[in-house]
């Protein structure tokens, strides 16, 4: 069984301060990772992604993720928050085996203050 | 640029009514999914289709159906409407070519009250 959790709910930085949003899976099989942004109204979009070949991934707008395979973690990082990282995100795994099955995580709401 | 769009934002229908949501993309995508999105539970599978008129249950299809009858646009479909399909509906599509097939391309989302 695979499943995906993300261990806060809500992150409240301040702006130009360091952003960590935890992820982590379990899984029988190494499978691809994903992190996806929801900004309000809007539909999810594309960070980045993780397919093991290389642990460290770099995404859109600064994000960047490391995956560890020894504590099956995908956690997101960015050294400076920005205002318009205000959105939800959704760590979200992927099994090889069956390409049509997405595993949610159930979404870190980051707040950034002024 | 790539679009999947959602003919609606907002919904609002009562209980009892036959509701359909309708996605289409413009990307070839030879997959497209329906979720449904609540507070605090993430994204869940409703249905997928990989082909025209193909469509696999998701992990809760109970209470909707879908319609593929081309393969740009997918269809969900809540038969009979119940308060607690009260959500926000979120289409997306995928390709099985090229360098990313894995990646799924969302809608904005309606979001359905059912009164």
């Known amino acids: 069984a695979q499943s995906v959790t993300q261990l806060d709910s809500h992150v409240s930085v301040s702006e130009g301060t360091p952003v960590l949003l935890r992820c982590n899976y379990s899984?029988?099989?190494?499978?691809?990772l994903f992190w996806y942004v929801q900004h309000p109204n809007k539909g999810l979009q594309l960070l980045l992604k993780?397919?093991?070949?290389?642990?460290l991934v770099k995404g859109i707008n600064g994000f960047e993720a490391e995956f560890k395979k020894s504590e099956t973690s995908f956690h997101l990082t960015k050294p400076s928050a920005h205002m318009s990282d205000a959105a939800e995100y959704f760590c979200?795994?992927?099994?090889?085996?069956?390409?049509?099955?997405?595993?949610f995580g159930s979404g870190t709401k980051l707040n950034v203050k002024p | 640029d790539v679009k999947v769009t959602q003919s609606s934002r907002y919904l609002v229908k009562r209980t009892g009514e036959k509701v359909f949501l309708e996605c289409v993309q413009d990307?070839?995508?030879?997959?497209m999914f329906w979720y449904r999105q609540d507070p605090g539970l993430g994204l869940r599978l409703i249905y997928f289709?990989?082909?025209?008129?193909?469509?696999e249950k998701g992990d809760i299809p109970e209470g909707y159906s879908v319609s593929r009858e081309k393969k740009e646009r997918f269809s969900l479909i809540l038969e009979s409407a119940s308060t607690n399909q009260t959500s926000m509906y979120l289409c997306?599509?995928?390709?099985?070519?090229?360098?990313?097939?894995?990646?799924?391309?969302f809608g904005s989302g309606t979001q359905l009250s059912v009164l």
């Open positions: 899984s029988s099989y190494s499978p691809s």
């Open positions: 990307m070839d995508h030879e997959n």
């Open positions: 993780y397919t093991s070949a290389a642990t």
């Open positions: 289709s990989y082909d025209v008129k193909m469509k």
């Open positions: 979200v795994a992927h099994p090889l085996y069956n390409f049509n099955k997405f595993y």
């Open positions: 997306a599509s995928s390709s099985d070519r090229g360098g990313d097939t894995e990646k799924l391309f």
